[in-house]
């Protein structure tokens, strides 16, 4: 059994249908609910929904308090490589975007780690493209190794792998990795991934059955936001949610909601998402979910991440670069994507201090907090 079984009982059609015909009954009775399903989780994301933002976010507010106290997670990506054999029609490293490939050494990593530290870090987020040849199993054990000393949690974002190379990886120190559908809808999937090992949409569906089997801490989900109707695949992100907790319930999770953005080579967003919208739809997960971490990355624009931080977000990147090299080795290497909120980590520390929360700048299981 996996989540592919799960995913064949329901249809993509139907699943928007019912979500576009919640009424406000239905979303009242999901905000009283004492537990929520995964049909009030279709009205809290619904159109009905709109007129009832502020008492979710006042609920939103309240639960995540009540879950996570007054802290707020910051962590940073170090993206490793570029090089990527799949083409996808939404990012930069894309395969068909001829630009000056790179994977950064292991000297040239240490450069990366020194700024890194230096900003005062101690979770990092290895990325890298797509691409088996170059970063593979081996890369990734050396680069566990190289790193591990100079950090108390080390996530990984890269290329979905089998279940006994996972655990392989875990013993030398990863914590949590990250895979994203990208979208659920498997017609419009196979149109952004013509070419790859990426265009197996049920290889990539099953991903997180195998970290769950391998027994990772922590895994991260999510969708692309703009590649397919926003409310219906966040559902489909929920149903794998819902999912996963019951199935590996050792394991903890957390969600991003990451927008289209603009890079080299440009793709439009075929669905357009407000951000009312999306402030709907991080209170929507936290209602739902009381226990999931959500992730808020420098995608979005400083005013924004200034007030969601206090609507149910509980971790949050600064000072990202989103290119091999970016913090040293070569500033002006190909982006995966650009950028929003550009500023440092210091002055997001201070924004988080001025909403009246606390920088945790590791886990939450050993919660040191920088003090300046």
């Known amino acids: 059994m996996s989540f592919k079984e799960e995913f064949a009982r329901y249809s993509w059609d139907n699943v928007k249908q019912d979500i576009y015909s919640k009424t406000a009954a239905d979303v009242e009775r999901a905000l009283i609910a004492p537990k929520r399903t995964l049909e009030d989780f279709k009205a809290l994301i619904s159109p009905a929904a709109a007129a009832y933002l502020e008492p979710m976010a006042r609920l939103s507010r309240q639960l995540t308090r009540k879950r996570f106290g007054n802290t707020i997670q910051m962590y940073v990506p170090l993206y490793l490589s570029n090089e990527c054999t799949n083409i996808c029609t939404y990012c930069g490293f894309s395969l068909d975007n001829k630009v000056r490939r790179r994977t950064l050494t292991e000297r040239e ?18 990325v890298t493209g797509e691409a088996n040849q170059t970063v593979h199993v081996d890369y990734f054990k050396k680069v566990l190794a190289l790193i591990r000393p ?11 792998l089998d279940r006994d190379e996972y655990e392989e990886l ?28 990426k265009a197996n949409f049920n ?35 929920a149903l794998h949610l819902h999912y996963l907790e019951k199935t590996y319930w050792q394991t903890r999770y ?39 971490e959500l992730s808020l990355s420098t995608r979005e624009s400083d005013r924004f991440r200034n007030h969601c931080i206090q609507l149910g977000v509980t971790s949050i990147s600064a000072g990202s670069k989103t ?22 980590p210091a002055e ?13 700048w590791k886990d939450w299981d050993a919660g040191l907090i920088l003090n300046e």
């Open 109 to 126: 990593i240490l450069q990366e780690v020194e700024v890194i530290k230096g900003m005062g870090y101690e979770h990092v987020l290895l």
């Open 150 to 160: 100079h950090f108390a949690q080390v996530s990984m974002e890269v290329q979905p």
């Open 170 to 197: 875990i013993p030398l120190g990863l914590h949590s990795v990250l895979v994203y559908q990208e979208t659920y809808h498997q017609e419009d999937y196979r149109k952004h991934h013509p070419k790859g090992k």
């Open 203 to 237: 290889y990539r569906l099953e991903t997180p059955d195998r970290l769950g089997q391998a027994g990772i801490h922590k895994m991260g989900l999510g969708v692309l936001i703009g590649l397919e109707d926003w409310r219906t695949d966040s559902f489909f992100t």
């Open 254 to 292: 957390s969600l991003s909601f990451p927008r289209l953005r603009p890079f080299s080579g440009g793709l439009e967003p075929k669905v357009e998402m407000s951000d009312r919208e999306l402030v709907q739809l991080i209170c929507a997960y936290r209602i739902f979910d009381e226990e999931v």
């Open 323 to 344: 290119n091999p090299g970016g913090y040293a080795v070569e500033p002006e290497s190909l982006e995966q994507f650009e950028i929003s909120d550009e500023r440092s």
């Open 348 to 360: 997001i520390a201070q924004m988080i201090r001025q909403a009246g929360y606390e920088p945790v």
